[in-house]
């Protein structure tokens, strides 16, 4: 029995070192004893992790881990998605918790699959499962599909037709964000293409270029604020990334990604990057378009740290957060808009204006995904 402690510190030991952050490593591996051999059972999406288990437990050992994608993925490892925003759920069931969105032509890296549900990796590598809406490719197929021609939806809602024709039959609804494969124009319309084949029309109005969009973005303190506020109003929805609902990171999720650039999922994620900038709250360094942060400061009863939420800076003691809806609150006493709440969880200020490309911030297009 020693033995298999021994293999259980092993396991322990290379999780902390390869996964310690489970929302974007898989990695579920157990150990036990039959007929005095040690059975490894369970599935990991670290290839380092998987093989240094292999190298450390060698003595009378049998593997059955899984090592993920595998056969049952098959040579299509990569799918884009096909539907305005598609839910990301914790297992593969729609009664788990949902714990992310992914926008229509937004490419995923395939993992598992099980009875219609496959289980996805989104380029900020957050891992989760979707039923359906995905349009499987083989590495070659992405990569020839992210070169074509796209538009990017600018409206926070839209609609695609049939026809040039805003009479004609509706094909789907949009959400700013969404992209979809250019064709040619007609028009007030462009015509475009969906990841799994339709075709359709959107008005010019509500999408733009995507060589366009990337050369206009202003990635500015002035321009995250305006971008922010274009979502005031929007409900609170747990796991929403998109303009149907929001919660606090995927709103500054969103923003960011406006701006062409991939921030991680959540709180606790978004607040190891960046340029740390106020833990005092007295915000005489904080600019517009920082990202503040709240939550449960450590003691030395409770030396763990717990982030729950974050906003963007607007100037002034201001913040803009998903809250009930996108709002503005203050936190500054005097101020009528002040949250009393949020100002005492206050924990500190990032900056991610002029550090894009340090750990956790990525430019879309540097992404793999997208290349």
């Known amino acids: 029995m020693a033995q298999n402690n021994d293999v259980d510190r092993i396991i322990q030991a290379v999780q902390e070192k390869y996964a310690p952050d489970r929302r974007v490593v898989v990695f579920d591996i157990k150990s036990s004893l039959q007929n005095d051999a040690i059975v490894l059972e369970g599935e990991t999406s670290h290839s380092d992790a998987y093989n240094e288990l292999l190298k450390q437990i060698t003595r009378n050992?049998?593997?059955?881990?899984?090592?993920?994608?595998?056969?049952?993925i098959g040579e299509k490892k990569w799918g884009v998605i096909y539907n305005s925003v598609e839910k990301l759920h914790a297992s593969n069931s729609y009664g788990s918790e949902t714990v992310s969105e992914v926008l229509l032509g937004m490419p995923v890296r395939l993992l598992d699959k099980k009875v219609g549900w496959r289980r996805v990796q989104t380029p900020e590598g957050y891992?989760?499962?979707?039923?359906?809406?995905?349009?499987?490719?083989?590495?070659?197929?992405?990569?020839?599909y992210n070169k074509k021609p796209k538009v990017v939806v600018t409206s926070l809602y839209a609609l695609s037709y049939e026809k040039a024709d805003v009479k004609s039959q509706?094909?789907?609804?949009?959400?700013?964000?969404?992209?979809?494969?250019?064709?040619?124009t007609k028009g007030?319309?462009?015509?475009?293409?969906?990841?799994?084949?339709?075709?359709?029309?959107?008005?010019?109005?509500?999408a733009k270029e995507l060589n366009?969009?990337?050369?206009?973005?202003?990635?500015?303190?002035e321009s995250i604020v305006k971008t922010s506020k274009q979502f005031m109003g929007v409900p609170y929805v747990w796991g929403g990334t998109s303009s149907q609902g929001l919660d606090c990171s995927g709103f500054t999720k969103l923003v960011y990604f406006l701006h062409g650039v991939i921030l991680p999922r959540d709180a606790s994620q978004q607040v190891l990057t960046?340029?740390?900038?106020?833990?005092?709250?007295?915000?005489?360094?904080?600019?517009?378009?920082?990202?503040?942060?709240?939550?449960?400061?450590?003691?030395?009863?409770n030396p763990r740290e717990r982030v729950v939420h974050v906003g963007i800076y607007i100037g002034d003691k201001k913040f803009i957060h998903a809250?009930?809806?996108?709002?503005?609150?203050?936190?500054?006493?005097?101020?009528?808009?002040?949250?009393?709440?949020?100002?005492?969880?206050?924990?500190?200020?990032?900056?991610i204006v002029g550090e894009v490309n340090t750990k956790g911030l990525e430019e879309i297009f540097e992404n793999e995904f997208y290349r």
């Open 61 to 72: 050992v049998k593997s059955n881990i899984r090592l993920l994608p595998d056969e049952i």
């Open 274 to 301: 960046g340029k740390p900038i106020d833990e005092k709250g007295d915000f005489s360094d904080a600019q517009k378009g920082d990202l503040v942060f709240f939550g449960t400061k450590a003691t030395p009863e």
């Open 188 to 206: 007030k319309f462009y015509q475009v293409t969906y990841p799994d084949g339709r075709e359709a029309y959107i008005l010019k109005s509500d």
């Open 170 to 184: 509706t094909v789907s609804n949009l959400l700013i964000g969404d992209m979809l494969v250019l064709n040619g």
């Open 127 to 144: 891992i989760g499962w979707v039923s359906g809406a995905i349009k499987t490719m083989t590495e070659s197929e992405l990569r020839d």
């Open 323 to 351: 809250s009930d809806y996108i709002q503005v609150g203050s936190l500054d006493p005097a101020d009528s808009l002040f949250d009393e709440y949020n100002a005492n969880r206050y924990l500190r200020t990032k900056r």
């Open 212 to 221: 366009k969009w990337l050369k206009d973005i202003k990635f500015t303190q």
